[in-house]
Nanobody, 119 residues
Framework: QVQLVESGGGLVQPGGSLRLSCAASGSILSINLMGWYRQTPGKERELVATIPLRSSNANYANSVKGRFTISKDNGKNTVYLQMNSLKPEDTAVYYC????????????WGRGTQVTVSS
């Protein structure tokens, strides 16, 4: 089992920045891919960004390309999401995700952290 704990959410004005963190513990050697997803009420959870733990080939949703950056610190078992130029439509609960492979049907999820972009 893998446990994921997110932090760093909050309220920010449009155009501002936030950095989310996701700390992994437990069976971390089984993890090959980590990522961030987000969800708003009434909508399905959507991919924001993913990154393999053994390379740097990050993948981003079109809606966040050029504004968000996913990174990792393997020594700390932590993945980050730097979010810049935030927009009101980025408001959502952001969830950390860990997978054994891109086709892992039972990924691990964190409990989520709320990000609200509002003036």
């Amino acid at each position: 089992q893998v446990q994921l704990v997110e932090s760093g959410g909050g309220l920010v004005q449009p155009g501002g920045s936030l950095r989310l963190s996701c700390a992994a513990s437990g069976s971390i050697l089984s993890i090959n891919l980590m990522g961030w997803y987000r969800q708003t009420p009434g909508k399905e959870r959507e991919l924001v960004a993913t990154i393999p733990l053994r390379s740097s080939n990050a993948n981003y949703a079109n809606s966040v390309k050029g504004r968000f950056t996913i990174s990792k610190d393997n020594g700390k078992n932590t993945v980050y999401l730097q979010m810049n130029s935030l927009k009101p439509e980025d408001t959502a609960v952001y969830y950390c995700n860990a997978r054994r492979s891109p086709f892992d049907s039972t990924p691990s999820w964190g409990r989520g952290t709320q990000v609200t972009v509002s003036s």
